[in-house]
């Protein structure tokens, strides 16, 4: 597996709190993205990064930010939960694909909000 | 009509068979194609890669591009029930990692022994 660590790897969380999902490479890959997979609709992107406090925003990004202060680290907030953002989440990593070097995903976050 | 389309299945097929799994598209720019396996409640893993149209094979797996009929394919040879999983496809219209990839939704396969 390339070196991609998610953390939680599960939460449970009230509707209205603030939630933080953790991605961590040690890859020094340029590219990181956060998607979402639920059931019907694949895998969605959420946001994405292209470098230290670079971000965009992707397919479904209401209701989320992220932030990306180390080449390393790539976080993803949801600043005030709703049952529709239960999901599990992906993080992924890219580098600079010269070669086409495709995206590499961690193992996911199961996010529940009650 | 969403960009990349994937039949969900799901595919039940004896252990031997070879299997066939397919995504059309509408976007005529995408020229970068990927399959991604996964396994249940784990991350998608990169399974095949192809650029533009033509054939590639890796053992048991062959993955075909036709961009004139916006089509790709994914063919398992001699399946196992050790493929048994969700197989994605992806595409991206140009080599660069400010072009996130366009996933279809999946085609769950079970492989039976």
């Known amino acids: 597996d390339a070196g991609i660590t998610q953390s939680p790897r599960h939460k449970v969380t009230e509707t209205g709190t603030p939630v933080t999902l953790r991605c961590h490479q040690t890859e020094n890959h340029r590219y990181m993205y956060w998607y979402r997979q639920d059931p019907g609709h694949g895998l969605r992107l959420i946001h994405y990064s292209y470098g230290v406090k670079d971000t965009d925003k992707g397919e479904v990004s209401d209701g989320y930010s992220v932030s990306r202060s180390k080449t390393e680290d790539f976080l993803l907030t949801l600043e005030s939960a709703t049952s529709s953002q239960t999901s599990v989440y992906f993080c992924a990593i890219s580098d600079s694909p010269k070669t086409g070097t495709e995206a590499f995903f961690g193992q996911g976050t199961r996010l529940t909000v009650v | ?113």
């Open chain 2, 1 to 113: 009509q969403k960009e990349v389309e994937q039949d969900p299945g799901p595919l039940s097929v004896p252990e031997g068979a070879i299997v066939s799994l397919n995504c059309t598209y509408s976007n005529s720019a995408f020229q970068y194609f990927m399959w991604y396996r996964q396994y249940s409640r784990k991350g998608p893993e990169l399974l095949m890669y192809t650029y533009s149209s033509g054939n590639k094979e890796d053992g048991r797996f062959t993955a075909q591009v036709d961009k004139s009929s916006k089509y790709i394919s994914l063919f398992i040879r001699d399946s196992q029930p050790s493929d048994s999983a969700t197989y994605l496809c992806a595409m991206r219209g140009s080599n660069s990692g400010n072009t996130p990839l366009v996933f279809g939704k999946g085609t769950r396969l079970s492989v039976i022994a």
